[in-house]
């Protein structure tokens, strides 16, 4: 069955960011990390590994939003980002509780002090998206709304998930209509940041938006092989 990332009617410069970058979302959804919350046998240690990163990464978005504010040309662009900072304090950790519940560990105790190298690299790209214009910041943070919703969306229609897959609800929660209106809202944002933008801001807006999915595939990785700060093993002779 085909999932295209937007609908061949959608127009605009996120349809086209969509259709462009479709190949990443495939890949974050083929990602095994991904397969194992789809059929519900991943080890409890990549999923509490996941949990602690996705904790910081969630707070380093939240101030993402900040540098948003800082950005914002009015009050109703102040709203708006107002009003996502509480969507991801106030329920966000939802999805992280189906998670710890499922290894038997409590939130306080699975969140952790540092990002992984992988984690790490890509606040450091949102940040430096902040450091440009508001459409280069909104196209960095894009990524990570669309190609969860998107997913979740997928898997709930294929599969439908019951109430005994360990995982159901972290899949519901971001098929829910009101996690998908986030995506929806703030691509529609961005289509009327685009509008007015010049070719070049929006050639850099795309660079900041790909870049964001491959950091979203990356985020899974380091979760699927714990990385951490070790340092690699040296090349075999």
Same mark, same amino acid.
């Given at each position: ?9 959608? *127009? @605009? ?36 590994? +996941?949990? @602690?990163? &996705?904790?910081?990464?969630? *707070? ?5 939003? #900040?540098? #948003? ?7 109703? $662009? ?14 966000? !950790? ?11 560990? #409590? ?10 190298? *992988?984690?790490?690299?890509? %606040? ?5 998206? #902040?450091? &440009?214009?508001? @459409? %280069? ?10 190609? +969860?919703? $998107?997913? !979740?969306?997928?898997? %709930? ?13 972290? $899949? ?18 961005? &289509?009327?940041?685009?509008? &007015? ?22 985020? $899974? ?10 340092? /690699?093993? /040296?090349?075999?002779?």
């Amino acid at each position: 069955m085909e999932h295209p990332v937007v609908d061949n009617r959608e *127009s @605009g410069f996120t349809a086209d960011l969509g259709r462009r970058n479709a190949d990443l979302f495939e890949t974050f959804y083929r990602h095994p990390f991904v397969a194992g919350l789809r059929d519900g046998t991943l080890a409890r240690e990549r999923v509490l590994h +996941y949990v @602690g990163q &996705d904790h910081q990464y969630l *707070s380093a978005y939240v101030r993402c939003y #900040g540098l #948003g504010l800082a950005l914002s040309p009015d009050r109703a $662009w102040m709203r708006y980002f107002h009003d996502s900072v509480a969507f991801v304090l106030d329920e966000e !950790a939802h999805p992280h509780h189906v998670l710890c519940d499922y290894t038997g560990t #409590g939130y306080a105790e699975a969140q952790v002090d540092r990002l992984a190298p *992988s984690a790490q690299g890509y %606040v450091d790209h949102m940040m430096a998206a #902040g450091r &440009d214009t508001l @459409g %280069v910041l909104l196209a960095a943070l894009l990524p990570c709304p669309w190609t +969860y919703t $998107w997913a !979740a969306r997928r898997f %709930v229609e294929e599969e439908a998930p019951g109430p005994r897959h360990p995982f159901a609800g972290w $899949w519901r929660f971001y098929a829910d209509p009101e996690c998908v209106a986030v995506t929806t809202r703030l691509r529609g944002l961005l &289509d009327g940041l685009a509008a &007015d933008a010049g070719g070049a801001e929006r050639e850099r807006m795309h660079r900041a938006f790909r870049d964001s999915c491959h950091h979203e595939v990356r985020f $899974w990785q380091m979760a699927w092989t714990l990385e951490d700060w070790s340092p /690699p093993s /040296p090349p075999a002779e």
